[in-house]
């Protein structure tokens, strides 16, 4: 097996994002230190990986429209602790694509100055031949609020490559990767060749409570998912998506204030 883990989102400065220990206090602990829990847990389970796809979105940014969502608005500490956190994934081959401007780029690109420092590039969509696996990655995907809308739009990015390759004449990757969207999504279409195409959005890393942000009291989405995806391809080219999810009511329970007695 090919292994392939893949990690987006973790917006390091947000007060709900993926945040090194140093950075936690008496507020914050209750949530940052599960998640990170979650997080340390997951890669000792996973295990050494051939290839780690940092899937864009890597700190939070300035964040002009929400500066009460920040934990910590120095972009180059942001920086320095999506750089820590990318080393712990033991991996052989690390790639950085490139997320949103409004998180990642204030003055110049920091995720370019994260893949520098990791001694590698940081470019707008990663693409990659696994034992004959075309696999194509890029951050961004249309969000959609319609329960079953979600799976619309990464059936469309799968679609959306397929045609693309055609009317190009460039082989079509038939694994497409996305993130952004904040939930796990996957499709499957058949193929009489190669057997399957598949599609996938990759969780985030970050929380959506319990303290919340603008971007997360905006949310209408029936779907939020925190996690990682692992990818196995074996030598015949067959590809096994997996997500690896924390379950939200973990840190997020809902809670009724009782205002009357039971009867």
């Not at 796809?53 to 920086?79: C, S």
């Not at 602790?81 to 994934?89: E, H, L």
């Not at 950085?96 to 969509?125: M, N, P, Q, R």
């Not at 996938?200 to 997360?216: D, I, R, S, Y």
Request: glycine share 8%.
């Amino acid at each position: 097996m090919y292994r392939t883990l893949v990690l987006s989102d973790t917006h390091c400065g947000s007060i709900v994002g993926l945040t090194p220990p140093a950075f936690w206090n008496d507020t914050n602990r209750r949530w940052l230190e599960l998640l990170w829990k979650f997080f340390d847990n997951t890669l000792r389970q996973v295990g050494p990986v051939d290839l780690l796809v940092a899937l864009g979105d890597l700190i939070d940014g300035t964040q002009k429209n929400d500066p009460t969502a920040l934990l910590e608005p120095d972009l180059g500490v942001q920086a320095g602790m999506a750089v820590d956190i990318v080393r712990m994934v033991r991996a052989k081959k690390r790639a950085i694509v490139k997320g949103t401007g409004y998180h990642t780029d204030e003055h110049c690109s920091f995720e370019k100055f994260v893949a520098d420092k990791l001694e590698t590039e940081a470019v707008d969509e990663y693409c990659c031949d696994i034992y004959g696996r075309l696999c194509q990655f890029r951050h961004v995907i249309g969000r959609s609020d319609i329960p079953y809308g979600q799976f619309t739009q990464v059936g469309k990015e799968l679609i959306r490559e397929a045609l693309q390759a055609l009317l190009e004449e460039y082989a079509a990757a038939t694994l497409v990767g996305r993130a952004h969207a904040h939930y796990y999504v996957g499709v499957e279409l058949g193929d009489s060749i190669l057997g399957i195409r598949k599609a996938f959005v990759n969780p985030a890393m970050q929380l959506k409570g319990p303290k919340q942000t603008k971007f997360t009291r905006g949310l209408r989405t029936m779907y939020y998912h925190v996690g990682m995806t692992l990818i196995e391809i074996d030598r015949t080219g067959w590809p096994t998506v997996r997500p690896i999810l924390l379950p939200l009511k973990m840190y997020a329970p809902r809670e009724y204030e009782c205002l009357t007695e039971q009867s």
